[in-house]
């Protein structure tokens, strides 16, 4: 089976803070995705990259950014952490197809204080 | 106009009967199309894909797609009250990196 592995499950920040979110796939997806999600307002693209190095901004991606410099991993970065960005945060992986779907992490619920 | 579109419920079903989950689309380009389960607090697990269209079974789930009027549907056979979740419609326009598009989801109460 696929891996998708987010490495915090909770994370609790102060505002200003710079903010790490790491995410590490084991099947040698192509396909990189950062997704927050809130009540009422579903998933939202933040970032995807569909090669190492490259990325390419997804709906929302102010006050982010991504790094990804190996393929297994992606990592999203919340410059300077603000309280509107308390969110849950879904890494997702999927092959370069368009007949296959994405594999999720388990989340990292995020909160900003 | 939302790409896609699903009624958010809830939509309480009786343990046994059908659920019956609908998604409409507007890209006529959409390529394939993904139904995913959300349990509370969990991440999305993917439980069926279709691409052609008609019908596909796969155990309790059926996934209906009809390209022409752009709606792709979900049906759960014997509604377990383990089927309680929210099921999220999400389609591929097949652009850069075949990123997803998510509808909002249906959240299902399966009552017993």
Known sequence: ?113 | QKEVEQNSGPLSVPEGAIASLNCTYSDRGSQSFFWYRQYSGKSPELIMFIYSNGDKEDGRFTAQLNKASQYVSLLIRDSQPSDSATYLCAVNRGAAGNKLTFGGGTRVLVKP
């Open chain 1, 1 to 113: 089976d696929v891996k998708v592995t987010q490495s915090s499950r909770y994370l609790v920040k102060r505002t200003g803070e710079k903010v790490f979110l790491e995410c590490v796939q084991d099947m040698d997806h192509e396909n990189m995705f950062w997704y927050r999600q809130d009540p009422g307002l579903g998933l939202r693209l933040i970032y995807f990259s569909y090669d190492v190095k490259m990325k390419e901004k997804g709906d929302i991606p102010e006050g982010y950014s991504v790094s990804r410099e190996k393929k297994e991993r992606f990592s999203l970065i919340l410059e300077s952490a603000s309280t509107n960005q308390t969110s849950m945060y879904l890494c997702a992986s999927r092959v370069d197809s368009v007949n296959y779907g994405y594999t999720f992490g388990s989340g990292t619920r995020l909160t900003v204080v």
